[in-house]
């Protein structure tokens, strides 16, 4: 679907978001925060498998670059879903559904759905020392955004490795995506993604992180292949009327792109997050 649409509304509503939330954090502790330890639960959504149920919301700005003056916004919606297997095993499925507004001829842009990624990682059910995670993932042709649609089912594996200490959370998670059949030629998917994972928590919710996500696409030509960017940013977890939820926001500088790609990236997070109940 090709739409012009407004580039500076997102942004506001983003600033709005962030500022009435900002006054959410000045608040006084209420009983509802008695019933939850933030940097626990900090710690806990930081791990791609921690037991937690967590819906995060990432909102992503690209720019400069190929891009020059103009903006690729997408909006990843991440579910994250614990599965109690056994006593000893559990199955994390993670979904990334991602909504794409990308930036066509004449001021126009190309916006609607990416495609469909799934991640079905099977990890320890009560894991000590090292957190270890592995399983199959897979992504679906679902994209509707023209410069987006590849037509691509693929298939491959991930892992994960993750370790918690102190007021540290560090490891990363690496994922390969082949193509088992395409019907709508170039782009395909044929991509491997890494994510390293570093986390300082430093009390009442508040962290730094850095989650950079490193993409190799193989079907690119010598010395296109990879995205590598560098940065961070600061998260803060909290409760608001209740709901527990995490605000952040990070920003990445593209070290090594591909010659169309862009240079930087601000990117936002919400993740409204459901901790289990204790049992009385």
């Not at 010659?259 to 109940?277: C, E, H, Q, S």
Request: charged share 10%; hydrophobic share 40%; with cysteine.
């Amino acid at each position: 679907m090709k739409t012009i649409i407004r580039q500076n509304v997102v942004p506001g509503a983003l600033a709005v978001l962030f500022a009435t939330c900002g006054v959410m954090g000045q608040a006084p502790p209420s009983a509802a925060d008695a019933e939850h330890d933030v940097s626990a639960m900090a710690k806990t959504t930081q791990n791609p498998v921690g037991d937690i149920v967590s819906v995060p919301f990432q909102f992503n700005f690209n720019g400069g670059g190929g891009l020059k003056d103009a903006t690729l916004f997408n909006l990843n919606l991440q579910p994250v879903i614990p599965i109690h297997l056994t006593p000893k095993v559990s199955l994390i499925a993670r979904t990334i559904i991602p909504v794409n507004s990308m930036p066509g001829p004449n001021g126009t842009q190309y916006s609607g759905t990416g495609d469909i990624q799934q991640e079905l990682l099977f990890t320890p059910g009560k894991p000590k020392g090292i957190i270890w995670a592995l399983g199959p993932t897979f992504s679906l042709p679902t994209a509707t955004a023209k410069p987006a649609q590849t037509g691509t089912w693929a298939a491959g594996g991930s892992a994960l490795i993750l370790k918690m200490t102190g007021p540290w959370v560090l490891g990363a998670i690496a994922a390969q995506f082949s193509p088992l059949h395409d019907s709508n030629g170039s782009p395909r998917t044929n991509l491997f993604t890494m994510q390293p994972i570093v986390n300082y928590n430093f009390g009442k919710g508040w962290a730094l992180t850095s989650s950079p996500i490193y993409v190799a696409n193989w079907d690119s030509a010598a010395g296109q292949k990879w995205t590598i960017p560098v940065g961070g940013g600061i998260s803060r977890t909290l409760v608001f009327n209740r709901q527990p939820m995490t605000l952040g926001m990070q920003y990445y500088y593209n070290a090594k792109r591909p010659d169309g790609g862009p240079t930087t990236l601000l990117r936002f997070v919400l993740v409204l997050i459901y901790p289990n109940k204790s049992p009385k």
